[in-house]
């Protein structure tokens, strides 16, 4: 199996989830993170900011791969669910993988999230990135929770809807 047929999204889409116009004044803002996708050998290979909400922070460190456009499905117990380290198993078709996530912490709001997709039938065809999350500040004004975009830039989608922009 080719490395490009194996796409691992990390990012929850929560589709169907309307924002309240109005949110209980005990949640927490909305805040400005920058994902930076970290080669294997430490080269930096993509940044996006993401305006997040504490509902997506938390999905930062959850790994819902897909193998050509199709989820990984889990299956069997987690042989480790820890706040810091998965491993758990997962099925597309008739072919399984494991999946391996650690969470390193710097701070809180700066933390680096490791995983790897590992076919178990075959050799090769292992998938295996780093991404480092850091809370940058406030959103920037007319940024709403889920927009995301690349630094500097304007929003361009929106991790909550999947569609354009708040």
């Known amino acids: 199996m080719s490395r490009k047929a194996l796409m691992v999204v990390g990012l929850l889409a929560l589709a169907g989830c309307g924002q309240n116009a109005q949110?209980?004044?005990?949640?927490?803002p909305p805040a400005l993170w920058r994902i930076e996708v970290v080669e294997d050998?430490?080269?930096?290979t993509g940044v996006v900011m993401v305006c997040a909400n504490?509902?997506?922070?938390?999905?930062?460190?959850?790994v819902e791969p897909n193998i050509n456009g199709a989820p990984c499905q889990l299956y069997g117990q987690?042989?480790?669910?820890?706040?810091?380290?998965?491993?758990?198993?997962?099925?597309?078709?008739d072919a399984r993988y494991g999946l391996y996530v650690t969470t390193t912490r710097h701070k809180v709001d700066d933390f680096t999230?490791?995983?790897?997709?590992?076919?178990?039938?075959?050799?090769?065809g292992k998938v295996v990135q780093a991404r480092r999350y850091q809370r940058i500040g406030p959103c920037p004004t007319g940024w709403k929770a889920g927009d995301q975009g690349p630094p500097g830039g304007a929003p361009t989608s929106n991790v909550l809807s999947?569609?354009?922009?708040g």
């Open 54 to 62: 504490p509902e997506v922070v938390s999905s930062f460190s959850r």
């Open 78 to 93: 987690a042989a480790k669910d820890t706040a810091d380290e998965h491993i758990k198993r997962c099925q597309v078709g």
């Open 41 to 44: 050998s430490g080269g930096q």
């Open 23 to 28: 949110a209980p004044k005990h949640f927490a």
């Open 162 to 165: 999947g569609q354009g922009p």
């Open 113 to 124: 999230v490791r995983f790897a997709l590992q076919p178990l039938q075959s050799a090769g």
